[in-house]
């Protein structure tokens, strides 16, 4: 067990890097649409027809009822609200970003209006962006009802009502964007399902190849540095040498394509969204109420075009030939699945890993290296899925890391019907066409759910068969852990696939180190430094 974590769900987004963004290529994760859009989108959501891991038990039904139980709760409003028009937005943003900063911004509204359940602003807001109203789920019975595709519509609203522009995507709205409703929807997640599948003999050969490549860089950081050396950088290309070499059969260096590359390009997305440690002034007024034009990252993005366009013919003859995906679609689909998606998630998730790894103690360390390496040699000396599986305390780290740290930290969804929404302890209404939203770093630590130590980082939490029962509460890439991603969903389509690679990641570190030390993250607004203390090599 370690000590209570700090709380950091906005730094999921935009992750270390972001703190570097105006004077370095940095950044990382997405939000424009008017409410009068919202509901337009609305309406046409529901209007088409449209395992790597050992399971873990079901996971629980989204919490809405349309009949009258015998034993219902409590009847309530929704308690919070918008206030004045435009100005209720801007100071729900200061406070969000200034006054208050996001942890207090959620407890302090949860405590005053004793509910999970509460109306509010998100940003971004005016005058810049239209005010962004939701309905705040944050806790784990209310939850799952985002995941529900037949009560809600995911047009469009990735994160409420913030788009950036499809500028940024060549013109196309990228699949994420896409309720299932939508025949792109389908014919684009089918491939991107078909692909993971189809290069599943490879993903974590790669990355046990892509993790031991970084060891001489942390050592001789160490060695430079006694005190203690930053470890992302290193993380950052693990995570773009597994998604290229894997998927292209290429180096990303042989056309120079760089980590920094899709940091910079994912910037300006996200920057309205974000706290990059600027003073708050400075963040107000040139982050929080201006849109950075594509043009300005343009000359990136288009490197980044021509590389998958020149290492990537045979993915795009694939779309176009199996799934019916128009070439520029399936390019720019891929692009924002790679970079975006993948790159961007692995990028903020590999640190934290080592990070609340590094801070457990040396005796659980020590038996994650043994477990490790016995599975390993159990299964003939090379990484591999049958290996992983053999390894359930590794596994439950990495769980726990995501349940604590969710690179994706909020949901949004609008309501297709009007439907009642379950806390613990009421009921709560809905209308048609209201925007959802749940905070997955809130909602992850519900103590109804993981206890009196669910601020806790426990290794160990999902080991066991009690552990199993838990882990079907952890969520995490628009679904539960143990959702199978399909084209009828929106569960990520590396669901399962981020997990496993974290998993062989750190089972890397354990097959060359038999213990390593970090510093507990410092955290600045939604930056985060990661800094490995210590690493020390295998002995037997």
């Known amino acids: ?84 028009p435009v100005l209720g937005a801007i100071k729900d943003r200061l406070d969000f970003f200034w006054f208050q900063g996001e942890r207090e911004f959620w407890e302090s509204r949860r405590k005053k209006f004793k509910s999970t359940v509460f109306r509010t602003n998100v940003p971004p807001s005016p005058p810049a962006f239209p005010s962004n109203k939701v309905i705040m789920l944050l806790d784990q019975k209310s939850f799952p009802v985002l995941f529900d595709m037949d009560k809600v519509c995911k047009k469009d609203v990735l994160l409420a009502n913030y788009m950036p522009s499809t500028s940024f995507y060549g013109g196309i709205r990228p699949c994420i964007y896409l309720d299932t409703s939508e025949e792109r929807h389908t014919k684009i997640k089918s491939f991107m399902l078909s692909l993971l599948k189809e290069k599943s003999s490879l993903w974590i050969p790669e990355m046990d ?60 997305q996200l920057l309205p969204i974000a706290s990059v440690g600027l003073p708050h002034l400075l963040e107000e007024l040139i982050l929080h109420n201006i849109r950075v034009p594509y043009l300005l990252v343009a000359y990136f993005y288009n490197k980044i075009q021509s590389f998958f366009r020149k290492h990537g013919g045979d ?48 005796d659980m360390k020590a038996e994650m290296a043994k477990q490790a390496r016995e599975a390993v040699e159990a299964e003939g000396g090379a990484m591999s899925v049958a290996a992983l599986q053999r390894m359930p305390l590794l596994r439950s780290a990495v769980y726990e890391v995501l349940r604590i740290y969710p690179p994706v930290p909020y949901q949004y969804a609008t309501a297709k019907v009007d439907m009642v929404i379950e806390s613990h302890d009421s009921r709560h209404e809905v209308k048609e066409g209201e925007i959802l939203g749940g905070c997955q770093p809130i909602a992850l ?33 628009n679904a539960f852990a143990n959702t199978v991603a399909s084209a009828n969903n929106k569960a990520c389509a590396a669901n399962e696939l981020v997990p496993l690679l974290a998993q062989a990641f750190l089972a890397a570190i354990f097959l060359r180190y038999d213990s390593f030390k970090t510093a507990a993250p410092i955290i600045k607004g939604n930056a985060a430094t990661h800094t490995l203390i210590s690493l020390t090599p295998r002995t037997a």
């Open 209 to 268: 190849k892509a993790t031991t490549e970084i060891f001489p860089s942390w050592e001789s950081k160490l060695k430079e540095n006694p005190n203690g050396a930053e470890l992302s950088s290193e993380t950052g290309q693990v995570a773009l040498n597994v998604l290229i070499r894997t998927l292209m059969g290429v180096e990303p260096s042989q056309d120079g394509l760089t980590p920094s590359m899709f940091s910079i390009w994912l910037g300006p």
């Open 315 to 362: 993915l795009l003859d694939k779309a176009e030939k199996e799934f019916g995906v128009e070439r520029e679609d399936a390019l720019h689909n891929i692009i924002f699945t790679t970079g975006f998606n993948a790159f961007g998630g692995l990028n903020i998730f590999l640190p934290y890993v080592v990070s609340c790894v590094g801070l457990v103690s040396e």
């Open 1 to 84: 067990m370690m000590k209570k974590v700090p709380y950091q769900h906005g730094a999921m987004i935009c992750h270390r890097q972001s703190a570097l963004l105006l004077s370095s290529p940095a950044i990382g994760e997405a939000l424009a649409i008017a409410k009068l859009a919202l509901r337009k989108n609305h309406r046409a959501c529901g209007s088409e027809t449209m395992a790597a891991l050992p399971p873990v038990p079901p996971s629980p039904s989204p919490s809405t009822t349309t009949t009258e139980p015998r034993n219902q709760l409590p009847l309530r409003a929704i308690p919070g609200g918008y206030g004045l």
């Open 445 to 477: 630590r519900d103590p109804v759910v993981f206890g009196d130590d669910a601020e806790t980082y426990r290794a160990d939490r999902f080991v066991g068969a009690e552990g199993e029962k838990l882990l079907k509460h952890v969520m995490w890439g």
